[in-house]
């Protein structure tokens, strides 16, 4: 009997600036086409686990391109995803404190409107707060950075 393995797929921004978080909008379309006529199931982030030898896509940091660019293809091929965002900074730029200058280039997050509008299919979860290296928090600040 064959072991299936899972996977999730993370991206972050969908942009051609070249970035090391970022991947070009006709990339990521032609990946999830393929995906999408692949047989591979492509379940919710909290179904991943349990299916072996499926796919959960999700989205680190929240970035607005991703209503233009993630949001009508993953509509398209009916692809599931998971969206986490830095709670504290939805609809402004990503100048986290922990974001070192230069590292990535300073760009637009999603607006909680734009979140309450997402298709059926894409989930909200939580990446903190304010996107803090929890490993360097005390255990108050990790759990109020959780709760917020």
Partial sequence: MMDLRSAILTYHSLD??????????????????????????????DRVASCPGSIALTFDDGYRNLAEHA????????VPATVFVV??????????????PGAVPEMPLLSWDQLAAVPAGIEIGA???????????????CDREMHE
């Fill in 16 to 45: 051609d600036s070249g970035s090391v978080i970022s991947t070009p909008p006709e990339v990521f379309g032609r990946q999830i086409e393929s995906l999408a006529g692949s047989g591979i199931p492509l379940v919710p982030l």
């Fill in 87 to 100: 709670s504290h900074y939805c609809g402004l730029m990503n100048r986290w404190p922990s974001q070192s």
């Fill in 127 to 141: 990446h903190t707060a304010t996107h803090p290296r929890l490993s360097a928090l005390p255990a108050d600040e």
């Fill in 71 to 78: 949001f009508p293809v993953l509509d398209r091929f009916r």
